[in-house]
């Protein structure tokens, strides 16, 4: 009997998910359906409540829904409860378990796909909204040293005090004079708005990476990182990691992302 999976956010029609789960499942042999599903703004716990009696096995949650699959699981991962938001949602056995890939897919993208290592990277994060949160806590397990600026300075070195144990600190945009970074990933919204990037000219390390988080179009940070000359990076191969590590969690097979990478950047 085919397992049935689905996507649910709010708008949901422009979703690639579905076409990356199909080739998963095709690569892999696994035997799952997978849709988009709009629930209402109001409606997700019902939707929830509606897949479940309807024996799905799992979802995927997508904007503005992932604060409230984190209230709604009943257990959660060490990933989603340092996000503090949940983008994976398993059912099984009466439970409802959370967890967040988005920063797992985001460092397999850069070390696995792009190549850069990021041990001992120094690595910068801008934004400290729910795309940061999402990926600290990956960004920290795989050695980076970490500086996260936000606009409101406030607001990045509240994150930062989530990890006290860890090599990271928050700051505001100006602190970032003369200083250098190995990477930098814009997780800021600032793309959709084409709002200008508050980085210093020479912010970039030789060698440096510039990884938006954003996919499909040139944002004023990739604009500002090629006109500094350095690599750049966007969204859609975290996209398909992220799904990747959501399918791992549900078949217990990891499929291979680089065709599948190659397939949405040719359509």
């Known amino acids: 009997m085919t397992d049935r999976y689905a996507v649910i956010g709010n708008p949901i029609?422009?979703?690639k998910s579905p076409l990356i789960h199909s080739l998963f499942a095709e690569q892999t042999g696994q035997d799952i359906s997978y849709e988009t599903i709009e629930a209402p703004l109001d409606g997700f716990v019902a939707t929830i409540a509606r897949l479940r009696s309807e024996n799905?096995?799992?979802?995927n949650v997508t904007v503005p829904f992932k604060f409230n699959a984190f209230e709604c699981a009943t257990e959660l991962s060490e990933r989603a409860l340092a996000a503090q938001a949940v983008n994976t949602l398993t059912f099984d056995d009466g439970k409802i378990t959370g967890d967040n890939t988005d920063g797992a897919g985001l460092v397999r993208d850069i070390e696995l796909n792009i190549g850069v290592t990021l041990q001992?990277?120094?690595v910068l994060l801008m934004g400290a909204g729910g795309a940061a949160y999402g990926v600290v806590?990956?960004?920290l397990t795989a050695d980076a040293s970490l500086i996260i600026a936000n606009r409101t300075?406030?607001?990045a070195l509240e994150l930062a005090r989530k990890f006290p144990a860890a090599d990271v600190r928050g700051c505001?945009?100006?602190e970032l004079d003369n200083q250098q970074f190995d990477v930098i990933i814009n997780a800021t919204s600032a793309g959709l708005t084409d709002s200008e990037v508050p980085l210093p000219a020479g912010i970039f390390a030789p060698g440096a990476l510039a990884y938006d988080m954003m996919y499909g179009r040139e944002t004023p940070f990739i604009k500002f990182a090629r006109e500094q000359g350095v690599q750049v990076a966007d969204g859609l191969g975290m996209l398909v990691e992220q799904a990747a590590e959501a399918f791992f969690i549900w078949r217990g097979v990891r499929p291979d992302t680089t065709p599948v990478i190659a397939a949405l950047r040719a359509s």
């Open 153 to 155: 300075a406030n607001k």
């Open 13 to 15: 029609s422009h979703s």
């Open 56 to 59: 799905y096995k799992g979802c």
């Open 172 to 174: 505001s945009y100006p």
């Open 137 to 139: 806590l990956p960004l």
């Open 120 to 122: 001992g990277k120094r």
